[in-house]
């Protein structure tokens, strides 16, 4: 099952808001990963962080890699109709070992 | 395109019958992962192979998953007996090394449905 605990599960916003969301858990990893997933396809990578306290963004993207190496959060700013999507997080401890969360469906309202 | 491939994209069996999943991973990448996704769940860890060697098996659910990739490249994920609790979404990743740091790249997925 899953081990990642990913929040919230879903959010309603109106075009233009940010958007903030989070993930924890009770094992550190070495790299934690964002993915965004649309119907009918697979995850794409968003942003990946290999370093505790590392914050990087992506355009409107921001995430940070948390200190304790056991959490991570996505801001997107500016929310745009195509921002809708699941979007997961995702932790990697080895080279084979990643675990993701249970998504964030992001609904954006024009 | 330069991406994963998988085939089919729908797959549609009776319960009790054996499937096969193909998978052809970004041309050159050496660690092939097949994951499995449950409608509203991220992908869950099935198997990991490296170049031709499957190194890490600890995911697959049961002796009825067999996973092989022999000369390194295409892989097929088989389904022998299928169940009504196989049906999922079937994701293959590849990456170009073997590295954590090497971000896996997912194609758009086998979704299977038993009946």
């Known amino acids: 099952g899953q081990q990642l605990n990913q929040s919230p599960q879903s959010m309603f916003i109106q075009e233009g808001e940010d958007v903030s969301m989070n993930c924890t858990s009770s094992s550190i990893f070495n790299t934690w990963l964002w993915y965004k997933q649309d119907p009918g396809e697979g995850p794409v990578l968003l942003i990946a962080?290999?370093?505790?306290?590392e914050l990087t963004s992506n355009g409107r993207l921001t995430a940070q890699f948390g200190i304790t190496r056991k959490d991570s959060f996505l801001n997107i700013s500016a929310s745009i109709p195509s921002d809708v999507g699941i979007y997961f997080c995702?932790?990697?401890?080895?080279?084979?070992?990643?675990?993701f969360g249970a998504g964030t469906r992001l609904t954006v309202k024009p | 395109g330069a991406g994963v491939s998988q085939s089919p994209r729908y797959k549609v069996a009776k319960r009790g019958q054996d499937v096969a999943l193909r998978c052809d991973p970004i041309s050159g990448h050496v660690s092939l992962f097949w994951y499995q996704q449950a409608l509203g769940q991220g992908p869950e860890f099935l198997t990991y192979?490296?170049?031709?060697?499957?190194?890490?098996k600890s995911g697959l659910p049961s002796d009825r998953f067999f996973a092989e990739r022999p000369e390194g490249s295409v892989s097929t994920l088989k389904i022998q007996r299928t169940q009504q609790e196989d049906s999922a979404v079937y994701l293959c990743a590849s990456s170009p090394g073997t590295g954590s740091n090497q971000p896996q790249h997912f194609g758009d997925g086998t979704r299977l449905s038993i009946l």
């Open positions: 962080l290999y370093k505790a306290g």
């Open positions: 192979f490296q170049n031709e060697a499957q190194l890490d």
């Open positions: 995702a932790g990697q401890m080895g080279r084979n070992d990643m675990r």
